[in-house]
Every structure is written in C-alpha cells, then in structure tokens.
C-alpha cells in the first residue's frame, strides 16, 4: 500500500532543501508550513510581501499584536533581526532578485517549468493574482508545492498547462505528496519517490514523460 | 504656518466628486482608512474608480461602498473574497455591473509609484506570457522580454497611519504601510487618519512618509 506524504510532510520534505543564511518567501496554503520544519541550526528569513522582512514563530495568544499580519492574513512575530517596510520595498526585493527562493501552491505544472497557480476559473469566485507573478519573475528560483493529481486523479504535472499561466519557465523543482520532481531543460526529472511507488505507476499520474534519476532515492518524512 | 491637521472626515474629504478616482491603503484589514472610507459613503459620490490591494472582504470598507454602488471601477490585485459567500464585489462583477483591473501585486505597487515619482511608467518581466500581459506592449532587453506597465494616479489618496504631525509627516506600525506611503505620493490631495496625532513634530529620523505627499491629518483613534 502506498501512503502519499500529508500536507506537513510535503513542507517538511521542503523544508529540508532551504539553505542556510537565505532569503525565503512561502506562499499561502502549504508553502507557510514550511516554516515550521526548517531545520533549528539554519538561519532563515522569511519574507511577506505586505513588508515584513524576518517572520518569527507563530505568537502566543497573549503576544499578538493586531498590526502584525503575513501575506495570508495571518497573525505573526518579528524574527531577531527582522524589519519592516512598505509594498514598494517588499517588492523591490521580490522583483529584484532579491529573494533567494519561493515556495508556491499551483493547480498546474508543465514540463518545460510553466505554471498556473492564479485563476482557477471559478463560477462564483474572483481573480486574485496578489504577489503571485511578481514572485515567479522575481524569485531567483521558484519551488513548488503541490499534490501529485487532482482529487480526481487527474494529473497536476502536464505536458502544457491548461489553467492561465503565473509564468513561463519559472519552476525548478516540485515537492508532491508522492515524488520530488525537478525540471530540467530535457523536462522532469524524478529525483525521490514514496516508498512501494514504481517508476510506471508515477508515470501514470503524470501527463508528461518523466525521467527518473540514476540515483533516485526514497521520499520518506518522519510522522507529523 | 504649516497645519495640515483637520477636525472632521468632512473636511478630510472635501472636494470629492462623481468619477474621482480613489485609492484606499490597506492589507488584510491593516492599515485600512476604515473611518475615511465611511465618510465617503456619507458624501454620496458615485462612479468612483478604485485603487487598492483588494476589491474587499466581507464587512470591510471597500465592501460597503461597493455595495453601495458607488463604484464602477477597481484597480487591485486581489478579487476574490475569502469563504464561500460571494463579496460585493464578485457579486456585482459576475453580474457585469462592475470594472476590474486585475494587476500583479508588485507591479501595482510600482504603478503607483511611477505615478508618484512623475515616470509615465516601467517596463517589468512581471506577467510575461500571462494573460496579465495581453494587449501590452511588449519589448526585449539583454535578452529578457519585458512588458510596458503605466503609471496610477489619482484624485485622492486616503490611508490610515499609526502617527502624524501637523505637518503631515506619518509614521506607520507593523504591516501596517503596506501600500500607504506610496499612494500618498500620487494623488492630488492624500488625506490620512491616524491613530495619534501629534502636536509637535514627528522624530524626523523615524518618518515613513514626508509631510509634503500629505494634505490632511485626521485624529481617528483606534488601532491599525
């Protein structure tokens, strides 16, 4: 029997890949639980694009102070060392290439690193690009966390996207809840899988040809 | 002698007619001139174009005056409400009553501030191969395509801030600037609310914004 990853252990399998001494923004759903598993001895900066610049540990009910929110409307902290700016600077690091990675949500990915995270093209439900696109631009490079198929199966990693693009060529890597895929300019390349999970069966969620790394490891994550 | 401080929403406000174009701080409900923007309901004004973030959550400012079909316009990057129930806004735009601009968050930002700063606007890779970009010009740079994004300027401003003096010089709080101190910059009149109001001058080390973006100072106590 295969168990795909749950939500906390796709940021913790994230997670693990944040570099020490880097500049971070995580994205709303998934990506902002990346923060709770970056490894204690790596020194990291979390970035919110309404202008905190050292996200701290989610506050104690009695520390919350109401000016203090993240980019989800979440109520925060200020890191030692954090500071405060305003959408122009918070920006300006996001499109200037300041921010070392991104970690995203997306509906879709393509192949060739396009992807959708932006307009679900809902009935009843408006756009909402927020930093989105600025991110992908900006980001030096962009990660995404996604589940590996829709609820009903349908593959997330495709040939072309079919929801409207956030960018063209931006993602680099793909943490699912059942593989660590990376996209290469010869297309995606499986790097970690599930444990049980065969290269065929992979193949089979996904709606573009995979490749599969010489050394492809296990996907593991402890229980959380 | 310089005073820009006055006595009631009214004066804030005055001067403000059919068709203005309007923009309104805020993120996440912080920062929000939740005081100014019920003011302006009271005056009555209608066809109103919009600059903010968000088009408003439910029980927010922007909401309301939406609601109350004062707006035909709104400039923002987010359009979608949080929860099930449907927003004023995706009401009214689903029903084709309403305008929308959708524009990426940062590049809304730096509209603002071309606006402000007098530039007509900036090419940015922001939206590139997005239907963000559709009917842009778009031009090459060093290898890189960039599309042309104009500048926002407005009739008012109005922001909330945590400080002012009567000179109009602000100090903000938290996430609290967000997208204040620049659309203080590129209105013809900006009027702001503050949560104190100082009668001597503000610690010219510490200042956000300089008094010469604002007009008006209002004291509405009462948090971010």
């Keep these: 029997m295969i168990k795909p990853l749950t939500r906390n252990q796709m940021a913790w399998r994230a997670a693990q890949d944040v570099a020490d001494r880097s500049y971070v923004n995580l994205g709303i759903g998934i990506p902002v639980l990346v923060a709770n598993y970056i490894p204690r001895e790596r020194s990291v900066m979390l970035q919110s694009e309404n202008g905190i610049l050292g996200i701290g540990p989610a506050p104690a009910k009695a520390d919350i102070d109401p000016y203090f929110v993240d980019a989800g409307g979440q109520k925060v902290s200020l890191a030692h060392g954090g500071m405060l700016t305003d959408s122009v600077g918070a920006f300006t ?41 600025d991110l992908a631009a900006g980001a030096r490079e962009v990660r995404l966390i996604m589940a590996h198929t829709t609820r009903e199966g349908e593959p997330r990693l495709v040939a072309a996207c079919t929801y409207p693009l956030t960018a063209r060529g931006r993602a680099s890597r793909i943490y699912t809840d059942l593989a660590v895929v990376d996209v290469t300019p010869s297309g995606f390349v499986v790097r970690e899988m599930v444990e049980g999970m065969s290269a065929g069966a992979l193949a089979a969620k996904s709606g573009a040809p995979l490749a599969f790394a010489s050394d492809c490891k296990t996907l593991a994550a402890p229980d959380l | 002698m310089f005073d820009k401080r006055v006595e009631t929403a009214a004066e804030a406000l005055a001067g403000v007619k059919d068709g203005d174009a309007i923009m309104l701080s805020g993120f996440q409900r912080i920062g929000v001139p939740d005081h100014l923007i019920m003011a302006l309901i009271e005056t009555g004004v209608k066809g109103l174009t919009v600059i903010a973030n968000s088009t408003g959550a439910h029980g927010s400012g922007i909401a309301k005056l939406v609601a109350a079909g004062r707006v035909e316009r709104i400039v923002a990057s987010s359009a979608r409400g949080q929860g099930a129930e449907m927003t004023p806004f995706e009401m009214a735009w689903f029903a084709g009553k309403i305008g929308l601009e959708l524009v990426p968050q940062g590049s809304f930002a730096e509209r603002i501030r071309a606006g402000g700063a007098g530039h007509a606007g900036f090419y940015t890779p922001v939206a590139v191969g997005t239907d963000l970009a559709a009917g842009k010009e778009e031009r090459r740079f060093g290898g890189r395509d960039y599309i042309l994004e104009t500048a926002l300027t407005a009739d008012f401003a109005m922001l909330r801030a945590e400080r002012g003096d009567r000179y109009g010089n602000l100090v903000f709080r938290g996430s609290q600037a967000n997208f204040g101190p620049v659309m203080a910059t590129a209105a013809k009149i900006t009027a702001v609310e503050v949560n104190h109001l100082e009668e001597d001058a503000l610690d010219p080390h510490g200042i956000h914004t300089p008094g010469i973006f604002v007009d008006r100072v209002l004291h509405v106590p009462g948090g971010a």
């Design chain 1, 93 to 133: 690091m996001i499109t200037g290439g300041h921010i070392d990675v991104t970690l995203l949500g997306a509906f879709q990915v393509g192949y060739n690193g396009d992807f959708a995270n932006w307009d679900a093209k809902l009935p009843n439900k408006g756009p909402l690009v927020g930093g989105a696109m």
